[in-house]
């Protein structure tokens, strides 16, 4: 019988993808770096760890609710680019409650009157809308599908179109109460308007929101939004002087949201009028990006990063950027010949944004200038979600492109899959020119302790996803849409090796007493060569070290001795794959304790340390929540004392 020993530890190691060893060329590389990015991201998000209500799928100031619609229309991005549902979960959370989607389905709700306008709803509707075109679940058969959601938002801005004033348009505001006052019609507003016309004429083939997307255009044209030279967009008219004067304030992404729908018309239409639109309108956003040899072709915003004020009064113009990458990906997808531009400018941006991704205590945090080569120590929700649009969109081309009319489907199957991070992907078009250089290895760091905490959680159950079939970007072809029903039996995962195999756990408890979690699952990783997972594994004779940070605790199993037949089955883990990405908790309430892979061993996203699986995050504890840095030292050791005692056991019945 051998001795299991529990040896205390004063820090773990743990392999993070750091953003700033992003290879443009590897898809391997950008959908890791993606998913750091995305975690640094989503520690920002707090509403699944309260019982207010209003903070449900609403960020936190100096943001306002209308970057949450945005931050979840990115995060549907992120999984639709990278497979990687570790947020879907709090996605479809937010989206789905009633103190954001409201009374009538249209995201009006009373819980968020003070502060909506009629530009936020262009931003929960953009989530809605890329959800229906990627195919994305909704499990609420009570609830509209995200495409019935999108036309109501559609008939409510209709409804908005003000002709008494200025020949029509819609006001920035809802409410004459709104300190703003109902005078200011503005490009973002009617912009995203126009766009969400142009998506629904591609979504639905009814030619009535052709229509209206052609009277949008042709007004902000006549009211001089859009600049007849040089194409820029600019900000907005007031009815007080007749709308004569336009406000020549500009960002990035207001040309962003018009370059969309001319994309999606041209797409659509097959008219030359509107890809000649989107073409001049790329080019009226050149302006955007550094013209200088150091910076050349790297974003920048104009209106606030030369006198840093981004964050000044409040801080809007911080997320801007990340809207402007986002959006030309996704026109170059809509019409193929922006794409030599798109990619040229889009480039050098991801790899600057990448390289400010170099803060807090992890090292990862995005900074708010990309042209300083490095972190400019202004970081915040905004920063993030620009680097994760930069960054994110380099993987477009490998990912279906959006469905239009007949295939899109409801889809209420809301299990997600688990995928390899770590997958080879098929050859596919990259923005960039074929590279055999080598995905850089991770770096070695110590375990970062991000602000917020974040709690891990690992689950494996039986899944399976819809995942909808590529629709060409040709307005002649129309798509069709396919399934394919993965499936993962519930088990504890593993893969054999001779060297040490870490088990950790996550002992942050449950903040809300109505809900505790029920059961807790263990994952169990080691490193293998390949990347084929064995179907049975066994535990060879080894000996357990324990280290614990403020929410984890690692386990490390070291064999010693070689492995042989007659060792106990463990475990099974079907399939072929090593570290996989799973999906949390469905409740934005459940922080419930996991047993999960190393703390931020990619931070918490799902990435792959080198010695295996890893842990998704979805649900994110509040930084000011001391119950995850306060754990009980009983829970720490509970674990140690039962999983040495475990493998005391497994070697003496060997």
């Known amino acids: 019988m051998k001795f299991a020993t529990v040896l205390p530890l004063l820090g773990s190691a743990s392999a993070v993808w750091m953003p700033k060893d992003l290879d443009v060329q590897d898809t391997r590389s950008i959908r890791n770096v993606a998913a750091t990015i995305a975690h640094d991201t989503m520690a920002y998000y707090q509403g699944n760890t309260t019982s207010e209500p209003r903070a449900i799928g609403n960020v936190n100031r100096p943001y306002y609710w209308w970057v949450a619609g945005a931050l979840w229309g990115m995060m549907i991005d992120y999984y639709h680019v990278t497979e990687d549902p570790s947020y879907n979960k709090v996605v479809l959370d937010a989206l789905l409650a009633k103190v954001n989607l409201g009374p009538e389905n249209n995201y009006l709700p009373p819980e968020h009157a003070d502060e909506e306008g009629n530009d936020d709803l262009f931003f929960w509707g953009n989530a809605v809308l890329t959800a229906a075109e990627n195919n994305f679940p909704q499990p609420n058969k009570d609830l509209p599908s995200w495409l019935d959601i999108s036309k109501n938002i559609f008939n409510w801005l209709q409804s908005r179109w003000d002709t008494n004033h200025c020949g029509g348009g819609v006001f920035w505001q809802i409410l004459e109460s709104n300190p703003n006052g109902l005078n200011y019609k503005n490009a973002i507003s009617n912009g995203g308007f126009f766009q969400f016309a142009a998506r629904l004429a591609r979504a639905t083939g009814d030619d009535s929101y052709i229509k209206w997307a052609e009277t949008i255009w042709e007004w902000s044209w006549n009211m001089n939004l859009i600049d007849h030279d040089l194409y820029r967009v600019y900000d907005g008219v007031d009815i007080r002087d007749q709308c004569q004067k336009v406000n020549g304030a500009s960002y990035t992404y207001l040309s962003g949201i018009y370059l969309y729908g001319a994309s999606v018309l041209a797409n659509h239409t097959g008219k030359a009028e509107w890809s000649d639109r989107a073409e001049k309108l790329l080019d009226g956003a050149s302006w955007f990006f550094g013209p200088d040899d150091e910076h050349k072709n790297v974003m920048y915003e104009g209106a606030c990063e030369p006198v840093d004020s981004c964050f000044k009064g409040n801080a809007d113009m911080s997320t801007f950027k990340g809207y402007l990458a986002d959006l030309m990906w996704k026109s170059a997808v809509m019409l193929p010949s922006l794409h030599s531009k798109v990619a040229d400018w889009l480039i050098p941006t991801a790899k600057a944004a990448a390289q400010s991704c170099q803060g807090g205590q992890s090292n990862t945090q995005c900074g708010m200038k990309w042209s300083t080569g490095g972190f400019d120590g202004q970081t915040n929700l905004g920063p993030q979600m620009n680097a994760l649009g930069a960054v994110q969109g380099l993987l477009i081309d490998s990912a279906p492109a959006p469905m239009q009319a007949s295939g899109i489907s409801r889809n209420y199957n809301a299990n997600f899959a688990a995928v390899d991070p770590n997958r080879t992907d098929a050859p596919t078009s990259t923005p960039t020119e074929t590279s055999t250089s080598e995905t850089p290895t991770p770096t070695s760091t110590e375990t970062p302790t991000p602000t917020p905490t974040t709690t891990s959680t690992t689950t494996s159950s039986d899944v399976s996803t819809s995942t909808p079939a ?37 002992t942050t408890p449950t903040p809300t007493p109505t809900e505790t979690p029920t059961s807790s699952e263990i994952s169990e990783t080691t490193t293998t060569e390949t990347s084929e997972l064995p179907t049975t594994v066994s535990c060879m004779s080894c000996t357990a070290s324990e280290s614990s940070t403020g929410t984890d605790i690692t386990l490390t199993l070291t064999p010693t001795s070689e492995p042989s037949s007659s060792e106990p089955v463990i475990t099974s883990a079907p399939g072929a794959c090593t570290p996989f990405y ?8 459940s922080i419930s304790t996991f047993f999960s892979m190393p703390n931020q061993s990619y931070p918490g996203t799902g990435m792959p340390s080198s010695s295996g699986l890893t842990h998704s995050i979805a649900t994110l504890p509040s930084p000011t929540d001391e119950s995850a840095a306060s754990t009980g030292f009983t829970n720490h050791l509970s674990f140690a004392v039962a999983v040495a005692i475990g493998s005391v056991l497994v070697n003496w019945l060997a």
Request: hydrophobic content about 5%; proline content about 9%.
């Open 582 to 589: 799973t999906s949390s908790p469905s409740s934005h309430h």
């Open 470 to 506: 590529p629709t060409t970007s040709l307005p002649t072809s129309e798509p069709t849409s396919t399934t394919e029903t993965s499936t993962t039996e519930t088990s504890t995962t593993t893969s054999s090796s001779s060297e040490s195999t870490t088990f950790v756990t996550s």
